[in-house]
C-alpha cells in the first residue's frame, strides 16, 4: 500500500537577502492625531479669537454714550458766603472741590500713579501684564478676587458701571476704558478720576479729601500726607486716617516705598515721612446729608448756615445739595466774629459765676489693662463742644492736675488753669463736685495761651444785629455752641421780652395822647383775674419800691412796672394788641391782659430786633433779611433780594413824631436810664435802647441801637429757670451788646436825628405841636380832694395827666 503521509519540503539552503518591516500602524495614528490636534487648537483659538471679538464688538456697540464724561459735570455743594465774600460753609451729598489737571501739585498725581496704576501713561487703557496675572489668579483660586483695574477701568467703572464682580461686568469694564482713551487725552483721564473718587467721609476727589482729613489745600500737602490720600481708592473704609490710623499708616508707607522705587522722592524723603506718625485735623465728621460738607470754623457762623440751609432746600428740594448754587448772604465776618467773641465770652462769665458743677463723668482707671481703653471710650462717648476738648485726669492734687487728651497726649494744669475748680481739689470737697483721678473735665485756653479747666454753660443766649436802615442781618449768633446745641435762639425761641418790650407799650399811649411828660402815679396796685386773665395779682417794681407821681420819660428810664401796668390799663390791652402788630410782632402770642405791660407775650429776637428799626428810622420799619442773592453753579442769578433802594423806603409803620419821641425817651434810657452803662463805656452819643428782665429773671434782654446796627441780645435757660434773684438784662445782655458794638461800630460816626414836622421841643421836653396844652383825663385813680397827688392835676407846668 502506497505511503499516504505528507511531507514539508526542506528549507534551501540558499540564504537570501531580507526584506524591510513594514511600518506599524500604530504610529501612523499617532502621528496624525498630533497633526490634527494642533490644527484643532490653532482652529479653536481663531475661533476663540474671532469668537472675543465678536463679543467685544457686540460689547462695544452697546457701550453708552461717553458725554458723561468728555462732558464731566460733578454734583457740586451749595456754598454759603458771606457779604464780604469769605466762606461760611458748604451742604452736600458729596464733598467736592472741582481742581483742573494743571492746578493738581506733580507729587499729587505721582502719588496716585504709584500707588494705582504706574503705567498709566503708556497703557491703552488697560496694563495686559497685570489683567492676565489676576485673571489666571481668580481662576486658579475660583474667586473674583483681583481685578487689575487700572485709573482708566476705574473711571469707567465709576461713571457707567457697578461695583460688581463679574467677568461680564469685567468685559464691559474693559471695553468702556477703550472707548474713553479713544476720546480723551491722559490729563483728561486723570482730571476726571481725582475729581470723582470716593476718598471716604463724604469727600470725592483728592481736593476735597485734602480739606477732609487735613483742612488743607493740595498745595499744602507733604508726600506723607499725599501718599495716605493716594492709598485711600483701594479701601476708603479700611484706609481711613480718622477711623484707622494704624491700617492707614501702612497703607501710606507702602504708597510711600512705590514712590521711591519709582523716582519720585528720595530715599532721605521716604526715611522722613514713614517714621512720621498718621496726623490729621482731629475733628470729627458728620455723616447726614444736610449736615455742613464744610464749615469755615474760624468764623462761628454755623447758625446762619443752617438757617440759609433750610430756607434754600424749602425752595429747590434735594437740588440744593448737588446743583452748585452759591448763596451770598448779608453777613459781614468781622461782625460775625464779634458777635460770637461777646457771647461766648459773657455766657461763660456768668457759668463761671454760678461755680462748679463738679465733673461731666467719672471713668475707672486703675486697672492697667483696661485704663486705655476706658479712657478712650469716656472721650468718644463726651459731647463736642467747641474749643473745649474733653480730657480724663490722671493724677490730682490741689496744685496740679495730670490730663489725658483725644489723641493721647499728657499735659499738666497748674497756676490759674485751676482758679475756677480750686474747691472741687480739696480733700474735703463735696462728692459731687470733687475732682479724682478718672473725671471727665472741660478745658480751655485762656488768654495767655494756657490750658485752663472750665465746664460748658447750661444757659443759652442769642445774638442779631442788622442794619437797620435795610435791614440787612450784620451778625447773627443762635446759640453758645452749634455743635452742643442746633436750636436757633434767634429765630425759634420765643421768650418772654419782659421790660424791653414797654418802649411799645408807651408809643402806644402816645398815639393815644399821652407825651413824655404825662405825669403817672408809681405806686401799688392790686388787680383782679378779670383784668390779668388769670389770677389776682400784686405786681411790684424791681426794686420793691415806689416812686410816687413820675414821668413818663422818668418812669421808662428807671424800667417801673406798676407805671406801664397803669399806661396799659388806660389804652386797653386790647388797642395795644392791635398796635403792636405795626412793629411786626403777632397778635396772637399776647394775649390782651395787663401782664402784656410788663412783656409777658412771646417774642423772638429776631422780631425784637424788627420792632426796634421802627424808633431808629423814625417811623420806617425794615424787615431782617439774610440772603442778597442765589446763583447756579455757573453764576447764573437765581434769585435776587429786593433792591436796597426799596429797602431802604422800608415800611411806613409808625407816625414819625412819635417815633421820634420814642427815640428820644429810649435815649434818656442808655444815657440816664438802665441802660446807662452804654454811653458811659462806648462814649457815644446816638445809642438808644431797653434792658428788659422777665418775671423771676428767667430770660434777660437788651435791645438797642447806635451808628449803622440795630442789635438785639437775649440770655436764659432753654427749660426755663430763673437765671438768679438779682439777674437782669443790664447785668448780663447789655455787656454782650456793648463789646459787639465797640468793635462794630467804631468807625460810624455818630447819628443825628432831626426832629420831623409836628413836635415842638421847649425845655427838654417834646410835645405833638397840635397837643402841646392838651391835659387828657382818663379818669384812671382818681384821687381824694387831700391827695397830694390831686394838686398836681390843676398844676399848669404839669403837661400830662396823672394816674
Same mark, same amino acid.
Given at each position: 500500500?502506497?505511503?499516504?503521509?505528507?511531507?514539508?519540503?526542506?528549507?534551501?539552503?540558499?540564504?537570501?537577502?531580507?526584506?524591510?518591516?513594514?511600518?506599524?500602524?500604530?504610529?501612523?495614528?499617532?502621528?496624525?492625531?498630533?497633526?490634527?490636534?494642533?490644527?484643532?487648537?490653532?482652529?479653536?483659538?481663531?475661533?476663540?479669537?474671532?469668537?472675543?471679538?465678536?463679543?467685544?464688538?457686540?460689547?462695544?456697540?452697546?457701550?453708552?454714550?461717553?458725554?458723561?464724561?468728555?462732558?464731566?459735570?460733578?454734583?457740586?455743594?451749595?456754598?454759603?458766603?458771606?457779604?464780604?465774600?469769605?466762606?461760611?460753609?458748604?451742604?452736600?451729598?458729596?464733598?467736592?472741590?472741582?481742581?483742573?489737571?494743571?492746578?493738581?501739585?506733580?507729587?499729587?498725581?505721582?502719588?496716585?500713579?504709584?500707588?494705582?496704576?504706574?503705567?498709566?501713561?503708556?497703557?491703552?487703557?488697560? /496694563?495686559?501684564?497685570?489683567?492676565?496675572?489676576?485673571?489666571?489668579?481668580?481662576?486658579?483660586?475660583?474667586?473674583?478676587?483681583?481685578?487689575?483695574?487700572?485709573?482708566?477701568?476705574?473711571?469707567?467703572?465709576?461713571?457707567?458701571?457697578?461695583?460688581?464682580?463679574?467677568?461680564?461686568?469685567?468685559?464691559?469694564?474693559?471695553?468702556?476704558?477703550?472707548?474713553?482713551?479713544?476720546?480723551?487725552?491722559?490729563?483728561?483721564?486723570?482730571?476726571?478720576?481725582?475729581?470723582?473718587?470716593?476718598?471716604?467721609?463724604? %469727600?470725592?476727589?483728592?481736593?476735597?479729601?485734602?480739606?477732609?482729613?487735613?483742612?488743607?489745600?493740595?498745595?499744602?500737602?507733604?508726600?506723607?500726607?499725599?501718599?495716605?490720600?493716594?492709598? =485711600?481708592?483701594?479701601?476708603?473704609?479700611?484706609?481711613?486716617?480718622?477711623?484707622?490710623?494704624?491700617?492707614?499708616?501702612?497703607?501710606?508707607?507702602?504708597?510711600?516705598?512705590?514712590?521711591?522705587?519709582?523716582?519720585? *522722592?528720595?530715599?532721605?524723603?521716604?526715611?522722613?515721612?514713614?517714621?512720621?506718625?498718621?496726623?490729621?485735623?482731629?475733628?470729627?465728621?458728620?455723616?447726614?446729608?444736610?449736615?455742613?460738607?464744610?464749615?469755615?470754623?474760624?468764623?462761628?457762623?454755623?447758625?446762619?448756615?443752617? =438757617?440759609?440751609?433750610?430756607?434754600?432746600?424749602?425752595?429747590?428740594?434735594?437740588?440744593?445739595?448737588?446743583?452748585? =448754587?452759591?448763596?451770598?448772604?448779608?453777613?459781614?465776618?468781622?461782625?460775625?466774629?464779634?458777635?460770637?467773641?461777646?457771647?461766648?465770652?459773657?455766657?461763660?462769665?456768668?457759668?463761671?459765676?454760678?461755680?462748679?458743677?463738679?465733673?461731666?463723668?467719672?471713668?475707672?482707671?486703675?486697672?492697667?489693662?483696661?485704663? $486705655?481703653?476706658?479712657?478712650?471710650?469716656?472721650?468718644?462717648?463726651?459731647?463736642?463742644?467747641?474749643?473745649?476738648?474733653?480730657?480724663?485726669?490722671?493724677?490730682?492734687?490741689?496744685?496740679?492736675?495730670?490730663?489725658?487728651?483725644?489723641?493721647?497726649?499728657?499735659?499738666?494744669?497748674?497756676?490759674?488753669?485751676?482758679?475756677?475748680?480750686?474747691?472741687?481739689?480739696?480733700?474735703?470737697?463735696?462728692?459731687?463736685?470733687?475732682?479724682?483721678?478718672?473725671?471727665?473735665?472741660?478745658?480751655?485756653?485762656?488768654?495767655?495761651?494756657?490750658?485752663?479747666?472750665?465746664?460748658?454753660?447750661?444757659?443759652?443766649?442769642?445774638?442779631?444785629?442788622?442794619?437797620?436802615?435795610?435791614?440787612?442781618?450784620?451778625?447773627?449768633?443762635?446759640?453758645?455752641?452749634?455743635?452742643?446745641?442746633?436750636?436757633?435762639?434767634?429765630?425759634?425761641?420765643?421768650?418772654?421780652?419782659?421790660?424791653?418790650? #414797654?418802649?411799645?407799650?408807651?408809643?402806644?399811649?402816645? /398815639?393815644?395822647?399821652?407825651?413824655?411828660?404825662?405825669?403817672?402815679?408809681? %405806686?401799688?396796685?392790686?388787680?383782679?383775674?378779670?383784668?390779668?386773665?388769670?389770677?389776682?395779682?400784686?405786681? #411790684?417794681?424791681?426794686?420793691?419800691?415806689?416812686?410816687?407821681?413820675?414821668?413818663?420819660?422818668?418812669?421808662?428810664?428807671?424800667?417801673?412796672?406798676?407805671?406801664?401796668?397803669?399806661?396799659?390799663?388806660? *389804652?386797653?390791652?386790647?388797642?395795644?394788641?392791635?398796635?403792636?402788630?405795626?412793629?411786626?410782632?403777632?397778635?396772637?402770642?399776647?394775649?390782651?391782659?395787663?401782664?402784656?405791660?410788663?412783656?409777658?407775650?412771646?417774642?423772638?429776637?429776631?422780631?425784637?430786633?424788627?420792632?426796634?428799626?421802627?424808633?431808629?428810622?423814625?417811623?420806617?420799619?425794615?424787615?431782617?433779611?439774610? *440772603?442778597?442773592?442765589?446763583?447756579?453753579?455757573?453764576?447764573?442769578?437765581?434769585?435776587?433780594?429786593?433792591?436796597?433802594?426799596? #429797602?431802604?423806603?422800608?415800611?411806613?409803620?409808625?407816625?414819625?413824631?412819635?417815633?421820634?419821641?420814642?427815640?428820644?425817651?429810649?435815649?434818656?434810657?442808655?444815657?440816664?436810664?438802665?441802660?446807662?452803662?452804654?454811653?458811659?463805656?462806648?462814649?457815644?452819643?446816638? *445809642?438808644?435802647?431797653?434792658?428788659?428782665?422777665?418775671?423771676?429773671?428767667?430770660?434777660?434782654?437788651?435791645?438797642?441801637?447806635?451808628?449803622?446796627?440795630?442789635?438785639?441780645?437775649?440770655?436764659?435757660?432753654?427749660?426755663?429757670?430763673?437765671?438768679?434773684?438779682?439777674?437782669?438784662?443790664?447785668?448780663?445782655?447789655?455787656?454782650?451788646?456793648?463789646?459787639?458794638?465797640?468793635? %462794630?461800630?467804631?468807625?460810624?460816626?455818630?447819628?443825628?436825628?432831626?426832629?420831623?414836622?409836628?413836635?415842638?421841643? $421847649?425845655?427838654?421836653?417834646?410835645?405833638?405841636?397840635?397837643?402841646?396844652?392838651?391835659?387828657?383825663?382818663?379818669?384812671?385813680?382818681?384821687?381824694?380832694?387831700?391827695?397830694?397827688?390831686?394838686? =398836681?392835676?390843676?398844676?399848669?407846668?404839669?403837661?400830662?395827666?396823672?394816674?
Amino acid at each position: 500500500m502506497a505511503d499516504t503521509k505528507k511531507t514539508t519540503p526542506a528549507r534551501s539552503a540558499d540564504k537570501s537577502p531580507k526584506k524591510a518591516p513594514a511600518p506599524r500602524k500604530g504610529g501612523s495614528r499617532l502621528w496624525g492625531f498630533f497633526k490634527g490636534f494642533v490644527a484643532t487648537c490653532i482652529a479653536l483659538a481663531l475661533a476663540g479669537v474671532g469668537l472675543a471679538l465678536f463679543v467685544f464688538a457686540l460689547v462695544y456697540s452697546q457701550l453708552p454714550p461717553i458725554d458723561t464724561v468728555v462732558d464731566y459735570k460733578p454734583k457740586v455743594p451749595m456754598r454759603v458766603w458771606t457779604a464780604d465774600g469769605k466762606l461760611i460753609a458748604e451742604f452736600g451729598e458729596e464733598r467736592r472741590d472741582f481742581v483742573t489737571i494743571n492746578e493738581i501739585p506733580p507729587l499729587v498725581k505721582e502719588a496716585l500713579i504709584s500707588a494705582e496704576d504706574d503705567g498709566f501713561y503708556q497703557h491703552a487703557g488697560i /496694563e495686559p501684564k497685570g489683567f492676565i496675572r489676576a485673571a489666571l489668579n481668580n481662576l486658579a483660586t475660583g474667586r473674583k478676587s483681583q481685578g487689575a483695574s487700572t485709573i482708566t477701568m476705574q473711571v469707567a467703572r465709576n461713571f457707567f458701571l457697578s461695583s460688581e464682580r463679574s467677568y461680564i461686568r469685567k468685559l464691559y469694564e474693559v471695553a468702556m476704558a477703550f472707548k474713553i482713551e479713544a476720546n480723551l487725552s491722559k490729563d483728561e483721564i486723570l482730571q476726571i478720576y481725582m475729581n470723582q473718587i470716593f476718598l471716604g467721609n463724604r %469727600a470725592y476727589g483728592f481736593a476735597a479729601a485734602a480739606r477732609t482729613y487735613y483742612g488743607k489745600s493740595l498745595q499744602q500737602l507733604t508726600a506723607g500726607e499725599v501718599a495716605t490720600l493716594a492709598g =485711600l481708592p483701594a479701601a476708603p473704609s479700611v484706609y481711613n486716617p480718622f477711623a484707622s490710623p494704624k491700617r492707614a499708616k501702612m497703607r501710606r508707607d507702602y504708597v510711600l516705598g512705590r514712590m521711591r522705587d519709582l523716582g519720585y *522722592i528720595s530715599e532721605a524723603e521716604y526715611q522722613k515721612e514713614v517714621n512720621a506718625p498718621i496726623q490729621t485735623r482731629l475733628t470729627r465728621v458728620a455723616e447726614q446729608v444736610g449736615t455742613p460738607t464744610r464749615m469755615n470754623e474760624s468764623l462761628h457762623a454755623e447758625y446762619v448756615a443752617e =438757617l440759609v440751609r433750610t430756607l434754600m432746600f424749602d425752595i429747590f428740594q434735594q437740588e440744593t445739595y448737588t446743583r452748585g =448754587l452759591n448763596v451770598y448772604t448779608t453777613i459781614n465776618s468781622e461782625d460775625q466774629g464779634y458777635a460770637y467773641k461777646a457771647l461766648r465770652s459773657h455766657l461763660q462769665s456768668y457759668d463761671h459765676s454760678q461755680g462748679y458743677r463738679g465733673p461731666e463723668a467719672k471713668v475707672d482707671i486703675s486697672d492697667p489693662k483696661t485704663r $486705655e481703653q476706658n479712657i478712650s471710650n469716656a472721650l468718644q462717648e463726651a459731647l463736642i463742644a467747641t474749643d473745649m476738648p474733653a480730657v480724663v485726669a490722671l493724677e490730682v492734687s490741689p496744685t496740679e492736675v495730670k490730663v489725658q487728651m483725644s489723641h493721647g497726649k499728657v499735659i499738666s494744669i497748674t497756676g490759674k488753669g485751676l482758679d475756677f475748680v480750686k474747691r472741687a481739689l480739696q480733700p474735703k470737697a463735696k462728692a459731687d463736685i470733687k475732682i479724682v483721678p478718672g473725671s471727665v473735665l472741660r478745658l480751655q485756653s485762656n488768654k495767655e495761651g494756657y490750658w485752663e479747666i472750665t465746664q460748658i454753660p447750661q444757659a443759652e443766649a442769642a445774638f442779631i444785629a442788622t442794619e437797620y436802615n435795610t435791614g440787612a442781618i450784620k451778625a447773627m449768633v443762635g446759640g453758645y455752641d452749634f455743635a452742643l446745641n442746633k436750636f436757633n435762639h434767634v429765630t425759634q425761641a420765643w421768650r418772654q421780652p419782659g421790660s424791653s418790650f #414797654k418802649p411799645f407799650i408807651y408809643s402806644a399811649a402816645i /398815639e393815644k395822647g399821652f407825651s413824655p411828660q404825662t405825669v403817672i402815679n408809681d %405806686a401799688p396796685i392790686v388787680l383782679d383775674p378779670s383784668e390779668t386773665g388769670f389770677k389776682k395779682w400784686n405786681p #411790684k417794681n424791681f426794686s420793691g419800691k415806689f416812686s410816687g407821681p413820675i414821668m413818663m420819660k422818668d418812669a421808662l428810664k428807671k424800667s417801673l412796672n406798676l407805671v406801664s401796668i397803669r399806661i396799659l390799663q388806660a *389804652i386797653t390791652p386790647r388797642y395795644a394788641v392791635d398796635f403792636i402788630q405795626r412793629f411786626g410782632f403777632d397778635s396772637d402770642k399776647h394775649p390782651p391782659h395787663l401782664s402784656m405791660a410788663l412783656g409777658a407775650g412771646s417774642v423772638t429776637p429776631w422780631q425784637m430786633v424788627e420792632g426796634f428799626s421802627v424808633f431808629a428810622n423814625i417811623g420806617r420799619r425794615t424787615e431782617p433779611y439774610l *440772603i442778597s442773592k442765589v446763583t447756579d453753579a455757573s453764576g447764573k442769578v437765581l434769585m435776587q433780594s429786593t433792591a436796597e433802594a426799596e #429797602k431802604v423806603a422800608g415800611v411806613e409803620a409808625l407816625d414819625p413824631r412819635n417815633a421820634y419821641i420814642m427815640h428820644q425817651m429810649l435815649h434818656g434810657v442808655a444815657t440816664s436810664g438802665t441802660a446807662a452803662r452804654a454811653t458811659a463805656s462806648l462814649k457815644r452819643t446816638d *445809642i438808644a435802647g431797653k434792658t428788659g428782665t422777665s418775671n423771676d429773671a428767667f430770660d434777660v434782654w437788651f435791645v438797642g441801637y447806635a451808628g449803622d446796627q440795630c442789635a438785639a441780645v437775649w440770655m436764659g435757660f432753654d427749660q426755663p429757670r430763673s437765671l438768679g434773684r438779682r439777674a437782669q438784662g443790664a447785668g448780663l445782655a447789655l455787656p454782650v451788646w456793648i463789646d459787639y458794638m465797640r468793635d %462794630a461800630i467804631k468807625n460810624e460816626p455818630n447819628v443825628v436825628r432831626k426832629a420831623p414836622p409836628g413836635v415842638t421841643e $421847649e425845655g427838654g421836653n417834646l410835645y405833638y405841636t397840635n397837643r402841646k396844652d392838651a391835659i387828657p383825663n382818663l379818669g384812671l385813680d382818681q384821687p381824694a380832694t387831700d391827695d397830694p397827688i390831686g394838686a =398836681l392835676i390843676h398844676d399848669s407846668s404839669v403837661r400830662g395827666q396823672i394816674f
